[in-house]
């Protein structure tokens, strides 16, 4: 029992150095990616000035799009690291955390703790989830009340006994109030998928149901009705109705994408454990045996399941069964965010811990000669590792405008091109895993490439946002402003271009003008005024604006690509 307190004492403390190291160094250094994080960490920032933490707002109206808990964490977050990027974020990186750590002990539940190690440094490893720690929106959160949702449901599956199905309640009425229903929805379908699929539907007749459905009521319904009565209805038609309904039928905000969108998701998101997804799939499906006799008589395999699997010890039913959890949960995710036509990267997000346990039972059955690989299998990986170094080079050269490519002439960002060495991670990797392999050291192969998902993820958040960083309008002209502005009758508008982190910055609501004729009228003002426009619009305006207006500053947006201005009436000292 020491024993094993200890190791999972030390693969707790080696995860949560990944973590710190891929996570909080340059936290707060970037300012807020728009369009998400600038509506939330305003949200967030209104609930905390206002003192209201029933009703979200953005720019002092009704903020419907997301539920509260992501707004929760941040307003404690500024109560104790201040009102800025860090605490804004803060949230998420922490949810990465509990996640990646939470992953791993699903992951020693099902295959063992080598296993789950391993699981944990996949998922923590990756490109996509490493974003989304650094990432001021619901999606961590959601990650993580997945996770904590389906770790629940294998216990209480395994153990036969205990209230492990309370822990499941509580967790999905968390995943309700972080993006909502897909909180609750998603998880139910991968557990009932996975019982179907075990002819084992009677255990969702367990009494203990009852109790999980009243904790993810006390979890998450007094706060749904308590902004209904505030609002009289408001938010949750708009919540519900325009940001569920509707995302699903149409493509809004023209986020749509083909049906094997998800798919070039993953592998993209997944580097650089991607080069492994092949065989991943593979070991997964060995999960399913079916005899000769099956082939002859499928109907009587699907009523039998001593059919559809092999006899195998204890241990290996255990795997598979295991196996079988996790294809019913990526199943699940990939299939209903397919069908769902607005499509955005992070929404597989909670898909991510299921490949990663799935990449970890692979290599780690591999690495104990558990399983048998064709000769080619380990080097079209690797070369396909050394395959990504050259495109990430190339990439990186190209976005640097070092290499010059029409397509993107005007949208470049100089200084990406400093980064092409990271190229030279993936190709160093793959060689010295490559010689590993060839000395049979196949844990060492492993090793060589949870390095390279390290330093480039690690890189790419610490250095490369900041690159990135420099060519974003709204905090460099919000500094132009006098440092009174806040604390004096001053009013700020933006017209022909507006991005949400111009109100987290500017800390006062922002106008926006509707046409010509309102922003005229808003020029008009005799108060102090200062306005975002874009250099098109107020080329037309200057003809006609009062004369005392001047240029403050101009910065090009990353967004759009124009040139963004800054003008006012009154002279800044």
Request: hydrophobic share 50%; glycine share 10%; charged share 15%.
């Amino acid at each position: 029992m020491s024993s094993g307190l200890a190791a999972r004492g030390i693969h707790y403390a080696l995860l949560t150095l990944v973590w710190a190291v891929l996570c909080l160094p340059n936290l707060g250094g970037p300012s807020l990616w728009d369009i998400d994080e600038g509506n939330n960490a305003q949200a967030a920032r209104e609930m905390y000035e206002s003192g209201n933490v029933i009703v979200p707002t953005f720019n002092y109206k009704l903020r419907v799009d997301k539920p509260i808990l992501l707004y929760w964490l941040q307003v404690s977050a500024y109560h104790v690291c201040g009102v800025n990027e860090f605490a804004a974020r803060l949230p998420s990186a922490l949810a990465a955390l509990l996640a990646i750590l939470v992953t791993y002990e699903l992951g020693r539940r099902l295959f063992g703790q080598s296993a789950g190690l391993l699981a944990g440094l996949v998922l923590a490893s990756n490109v996509a989830f490493c974003g989304a720690a650094h990432f001021a929106n619901p999606d961590a959160l959601l990650n993580l009340c997945t996770v904590l949702t389906l770790w629940c449901f294998w216990n209480h599956y395994r153990s036969e006994g205990g209230w492990w199905l309370l822990g499941c309640g509580v967790a999905s009425g968390l995943g309700m109030l972080a993006k909502g229903p897909v909180g609750l929805l998603l998880p139910m379908a991968v557990t009932t998928l996975f019982l179907l699929w075990r002819g084992e539907l009677r255990r969702l007749c367990d009494l203990r149901m009852l109790g999980a459905s009243v904790m993810f009521l006390a979890i998450a319904a007094p706060w749904y009705i308590w902004v209904g009565l505030e609002t009289k209805g408001e938010w949750l038609i708009g919540f519900f109705w325009k940001h569920n309904v509707q995302r699903a039928v149409d493509a809004m905000e023209n986020h749509g994408g083909p049906f094997y969108y998800y798919i070039l998701v993953l592998i993209v998101g997944l580097t650089p454990w991607s080069v492994f997804l092949g065989p991943t799939v593979w070991h997964a499906l060995s999960a399913f045996r079916f005899p000769l006799s099956a082939l002859r008589s499928p109907w009587s395999a699907l009523r039998n399941r001593s059919l559809i699997w092999s006899k195998a010890d204890s241990g290996q039913r255990t795997a598979d069964s295991g196996k079988q959890f996790l294809l019913c949960w990526l199943g699940v995710w990939f299939v209903f965010f397919t069908v769902v036509r607005t499509k955005l990267p992070n929404y597989i997000l909670p898909a991510y811990p299921a490949v990663a346990l799935l990449t970890a039972a692979f290599l780690d059955d591999w690495r104990r000669g558990q399983i048998t690989l064709p000769a080619w299998v380990m080097p079209t990986s690797l070369t396909c590792l050394a395959l990504i170094g050259v495109g990430v080079s190339l990439g990186l050269l190209i976005a640097g405008n070092a290499i010059s490519v029409d397509a993107l002439r005007g949208r470049c960002l100089p200084g990406l091109e400093k980064g092409a060495w990271l190229g030279g991670v993936f190709l160093i990797g793959a060689a010295v895993a490559g010689w590993c392999m060839r000395r049979r050291w196949r844990g060492g192969l492993i090793g060589c490439v949870a390095m390279v998902g390290v330093i480039f993820a690690g890189t790419i958040a610490f250095w490369g946002t900041g690159v990135v960083d420099r060519f974003k309008a709204p905090r460099s002209l919000v500094q132009a402003l006098p440092e009174d502005h806040t604390r004096r009758e001053v009013r700020v508008a933006a017209f022909d271009y507006f991005q949400p982190s111009l109100v987290f910055y500017c800390q006062r609501e922002v106008h926006c003008p509707q046409n010509d004729y309102f922003a005229f009228d808003f020029l008009r003002t005799p108060l102090p005024v200062y306005l975002f426009v874009s250099e098109e619009k107020w080329e037309q305006f200057k003809k006609f604006a009062p004369p005392s207006y001047h240029l403050v500053a101009r910065h090009r947006d990353l967004y759009n690509g124009r040139e963004i201005l800054l003008v006012t009436n009154e002279t800044i000292k």
